[in-house]
C-alpha cells in the first residue's frame, strides 16, 4: 500500500513514507523528523534532506497555526475541473516545516485574512479518498 488512498489524484503508488496516508486515516497529519540531527520536514520525507541519514520518526504537526498566504484559483489543471474556485494556503506553525493545503470550502473568500488562525484538518472525500485542508481555528 503506498498512496492511493491520499488526495483525488494520486500519482504515486510507492513510497517509503506511506505510513503518511495511514496516519492520516486515523485523523492525525505527520511529517517526519530526523533522528539524526532532529531536522523536521512537512511533507514527510524518507532521507533528511539537512543530514541524509535515513533514521527517521513521525511527529504530530501542530494543530494551530496562522495562515501565512493565500490565493484563490478561478481555473484547475486535469482532474480537478469541476472544483474552482477554491483557495490554497500556507500555515506558519511557529516553529518546524510549514504545510500547503487547500482552505476548507465553507471557508468562504472574502473571509480570508493573511495572519488569521486557522488549523489543520484530515478531509475524506465522498469516494473514500483522503487529503488534509486548512479551515478557521
Ligand atoms: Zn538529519
Known amino acids: ?30 511529517g517526519t523528523v530526523c533522528k539524526k540531527c532532529g531536522a523536521k520536514f512537512f511533507p514527510p520525507r524518507a532521507d533528511c534532506a539537512v543530514c541524509l541519514s535515513k533514521e527517521m520518526d513521525w511527529f504530530d504537526m501542530p494543530p494551530k497555526g496562522k495562515l501565512e498566504t493565500f490565493t484563490t484559483a478561478m481555473y484547475a489543471p486535469f482532474g480537478f475541473e469541476a472544483d474552482p474556485p477554491y483557495s490554497m494556503g500556507v500555515v506558519d506553525f511557529g516553529k518546524g516545516p510549514k504545510l500547503f493545503a487547500r482552505l476548507a470550502k465553507d471557508v468562504k473568500v472574502e473571509d480570508i485574512k493573511v495572519g488569521m488562525e486557522v488549523s489543520v484538518r ?16
Do not use: H, N
Open 1 to 30: 500500500m503506498g498512496f492511493e488512498k491520499f488526495g483525488r489524484r494520486s500519482f504515486t503508488g510507492i513510497t517509503k513514507t506511506a505510513k503518511f496516508v495511514d496516519l492520516l486515516a486515523e485523523g492525525k497529519i505527520d
Open 122 to 137: 484530515p478531509l475524506k472525500y465522498e469516494d473514500g479518498q483522503i487529503s488534509f485542508e486548512i479551515t478557521k481555528a
